[in-house]
């Protein structure tokens, strides 16, 4: 019986250390700091159709001359994004963000006055969105779920860059956190969906709230 009780305090021991090891992970306190960066995917937008058209003579007729039409489309894109963020409580985050990519422009020009072929024009954007969010985490262990909400501003640049657009951004989603192991220090991998609302930019004059679906997948360090 005493032989067996230091071995029976042993296996206790490696137990304890076990159930240690897969326990939770304590959830973040205020002061945390948090950043993030990974690939951002958006959904592609429709910019409308619109005509090109001359005002006839007077003598010829009231209704203007339709020279071609086009149908404007932004692509749907990959870029890059970083945030840093900041804990003011244990489950509520106030993150600052920056995303930039270069979407696709396309153009295609129909029902040529003239008859010419119909033919399809593109260009690239450069593309900066700033952006702050409140992040509300739910639950304290390894995977938490959270949900945000926020706005931003929106800057496109094209005409190779000398031709500046901008205009301001909504967005609301939410996500999933999976940190690795430790309670500070800490690395883990961010999921995330959201929709953004964007109004102005590249959007031939029309200034209408666009809704851009966009998904995100990164590396996650906390300390």
Same mark, same amino acid.
Request: net charge neutral; no cysteine; proline share 4%.
């Given at each position: 019986?005493?032989?067996?009780?230091?071995?029976?305090?042993?296996?206790?021991?490696?137990?304890?250390?076990?159930?240690?090891?897969?326990?939770?992970?304590?959830?973040?306190?205020?002061?945390?700091?948090?950043?993030?960066? =990974?690939?951002?995917?958006?959904?592609?937008?429709?910019?409308?159709?619109?005509?090109?058209?001359?005002?006839?003579?007077?003598?010829?007729? =009231?209704?203007?001359?339709?020279?071609?039409?086009?149908?404007?489309?932004?692509?749907?894109?990959?870029?890059?994004?970083?945030?840093?963020?900041?804990?003011?409580?244990?489950?509520?985050?106030?993150?600052?963000?920056?995303?930039?990519?270069?979407?696709?422009?396309?153009?295609?020009?129909?029902?040529?006055?003239?008859?010419?072929?119909?033919?399809?024009?593109?260009?690239?954007?450069?593309?900066?969105?700033?952006?702050?969010?409140?992040?509300?985490?739910?639950?304290?262990?390894?995977?938490?779920?959270?949900?945000?909400?926020?706005?931003?501003?929106?800057?496109?640049?094209?005409?190779?860059?000398?031709?500046?657009?901008?205009?301001?951004?909504?967005?609301?989603?939410? =996500?999933?956190?999976?940190?690795?192991?430790?309670?500070?220090?800490?690395? =883990?991998?961010?999921?995330?969906?959201?929709?953004?609302?964007?109004?102005?930019?590249?959007?031939?004059?029309?200034?209408?709230?666009?809704?851009?679906?966009?998904?995100?997948?990164?590396?996650?360090?906390?300390?």
């Amino acid at each position: 019986m005493r032989r067996a009780a230091p071995a029976a305090a042993f296996i206790l021991l490696l137990v304890a250390s076990a159930a240690a090891a897969q326990a939770p992970a304590a959830a973040p306190a205020s002061g945390s700091w948090q950043i993030d960066g =990974g690939i951002i995917w958006s959904g592609g937008v429709d910019l409308g159709t619109r005509a090109a058209e001359l005002t006839r003579n007077p003598d010829v007729g =009231g209704d203007p001359l339709q020279l071609f039409s086009t149908e404007n489309r932004i692509g749907s894109l990959a870029g890059v994004g970083a945030r840093v963020g900041v804990y003011v409580a244990p489950r509520v985050s106030i993150e600052g963000g920056l995303q930039f990519s270069r979407p696709e422009v396309r153009t295609r020009v129909t029902d040529d006055f003239e008859g010419a072929t119909d033919l399809t024009a593109t260009e690239r954007l450069t593309q900066y969105l700033i952006d702050a969010s409140a992040v509300y985490h739910f639950g304290s262990g390894r995977t938490r779920p959270y949900a945000l909400g926020g706005a931003g501003y929106l800057r496109q640049l094209h005409s190779g860059d000398h031709i500046v657009e901008d205009g301001p951004e909504f967005h609301a989603g939410g =996500g999933v956190q999976y940190w690795f192991a430790g309670v500070r220090n800490r690395l =883990g991998v961010r999921f995330e969906a959201r929709v953004s609302f964007q109004r102005g930019g590249f959007d031939f004059g029309e200034n209408k709230m666009r809704t851009i679906p966009q998904a995100s997948a990164g590396l996650a360090y906390m300390f």
